[in-house]
């Protein structure tokens, strides 16, 4: 996508801080109907986006049962509910909008563990089952016969979705442009000021941008002064195999994971990679530590081997990468407090691509003047 630097003091309706991809989606709705400017320190997609397994879920970190024991399980509802609506309106964009990333319907099996056995999965699958959400109950030995996986017991649920995400971005953003938005690289912001009638950006180009709105995407790294509570940052590694690797038929379109503390992940590319990752550890730079890349994909791969021992594979790439979490799973996206016309999206959990979707269209409902439904439930206070 076009790319520019920042050569003069620039006016718009919007700025959005981060060419993710949340940046993006937020940059494709925006810029249908005001001037958008996207601004980033480093080059496009080269964030947190990089580092995505690119796993397009519905289901939440947290359980429908376990999250109504949080927050109520009235917006546990509307939290899941919103979840699968998102997935859905993501499909649509792609289809719309012509973007070749890979898309692929997926199914996900989320297998009992440590964290949550198999009798707290069968009353989470009823829970869901209550609001037609499209989730199965499997016991053991259907498990075992229908996967060839040895646990107590799995949710079975349609609707999720995989896709390269870079590739992704990079479509909502060249569709951006399209509609007139302009894209800045490399420029960072070193200072945030809001007054009554908008915003003021200062960079370390010497040329501020003054806009209406400012949406901050910026994953995990915000400008000094912009507000970030109620989470916390981590680390978590990831490898793809080599291309063809050997593995069941169901894996290629079934994502599986697990309820356990470390957890595992694993999907199959179209390519016929394996992508497994998971061992999160507290720390937001122990990802950067080779050593530890090393050691934890050794892991990953070892705990993939006792999962299916059938599976055959070389590791071709490992990497780590900062991690949001927080105490519900939901992301956080709204106004920050005390600083008006400044919106901040903080995708924490497991479902980042899909929280971006949901960012977008909170963000637009308050930039628009109005207000999303469920803003609520993704407030920052």
């Known amino acids: 996508m076009p790319t520019r630097p920042l050569?003069?003091?620039?006016?718009?309706?919007?700025?959005?801080?981060?060419?993710?991809?949340?940046?993006?989606?937020?940059?494709?709705?925006?810029?249908?109907?005001?001037?958008?400017?996207?601004?980033?320190r480093r080059a496009p997609l080269m964030g947190?986006?990089?580092?995505?397994?690119?796993?397009l879920q519905w289901e939440i970190d947290l359980p429908l049962t376990a999250l109504g024991?949080?927050?109520?399980?009235?917006?546990?509802?509307?939290?899941?509910?919103r979840s699968w609506s998102a997935v859905q309106a993501l499909k649509r964009i792609v289809e719309d909008d012509r973007i070749p990333c890979g898309l692929a319907e997926r199914r996900s099996l989320y297998l009992a563990g440590d964290e949550y056995g198999h009798r707290a999965l069968k009353t989470e699958?009823?829970?869901?089952?209550?609001?037609?959400?499209?989730?199965?109950?499997?016991?053991?030995?259907?498990?075992?016969?229908?996967?060839?996986?040895?646990?107590?017991?799995?949710?079975?649920?349609?609707?999720?979705?995989?896709?390269?995400?870079?590739?992704?971005?990079?479509?909502?953003?060249?569709?951006?442009?399209?509609d007139g938005a302009r894209i800045f690289a490399p420029v960072e912001v070193t200072e945030v000021l809001s007054d009554p009638d908008g915003v003021t950006l200062a960079t370390d180009t010497g040329h501020a941008v003054r806009a209406r709105h400012v949406v901050f995407c910026c994953g995990y790294e915000f400008p000094k002064g912009v507000p970030t509570p109620g989470g916390k940052v981590i680390s978590t590694w990831a490898l793809a195999?080599?291309?063809?690797?050997?593995?069941?038929?169901?894996?290629?379109?079934?994502?599986?994971?697990?309820?356990?503390?470390?957890?595992?992940?694993v999907r199959m590319a179209r390519d016929g990679r394996l992508i497994a990752g998971g061992e999160d550890e507290e720390g937001p730079d122990n990802h950067d530590d080779p050593d530890k890349v090393r050691r934890k994909c050794e892991r990953i791969a070892r705990k993939l081997h006792d999962l299916l021992p059938g599976v055959?594979?070389?590791?071709?790439?490992a990497w780590g990468g900062a991690f949001g979490e927080s105490a519900t799973g939901l992301p956080l996206i709204g106004p920050a407090p005390g600083m008006p016309h400044t919106h901040v999206v903080m995708g924490f959990g497991?479902?980042?691509?899909?929280?971006?979707?949901?960012a977008s269209q909170v963000v637009a409902a308050a930039v628009r003047g109005g207000s999303d439904p469920d803003a609520d439930l993704y407030a920052l206070t």
């Open 7 to 40: 050569r003069a003091a620039l006016s718009v309706d919007v700025a959005v801080v981060g060419a993710g991809i949340s940046g993006a989606f937020t940059a494709r709705e925006l810029a249908r109907d005001h001037s958008v400017a996207v601004l980033d």
């Open 48 to 55: 947190s986006t990089m580092a995505s397994t690119a796993l």
């Open 69 to 81: 024991g949080r927050i109520g399980i009235a917006k546990a509802r509307r939290a899941y509910a």
């Open 125 to 178: 699958a009823e829970a869901r089952a209550a609001m037609d959400l499209p989730s199965e109950y499997l016991d053991g030995p259907a498990l075992r016969e229908g996967f060839g996986i040895d646990r107590t017991g799995a949710i079975l649920s349609q609707g999720s979705a995989s896709a390269d995400p870079a590739r992704l971005a990079a479509g909502l953003l060249r569709r951006a442009a399209a």
């Open 241 to 265: 195999s080599k291309q063809r690797a050997r593995c069941p038929a169901w894996l290629r379109d079934t994502l599986v994971w697990e309820a356990s503390d470390p957890y595992l992940y």
């Open 312 to 317: 055959e594979f070389d590791i071709d790439y």
């Open 350 to 358: 497991g479902n980042g691509i899909t929280y971006s979707v949901i």
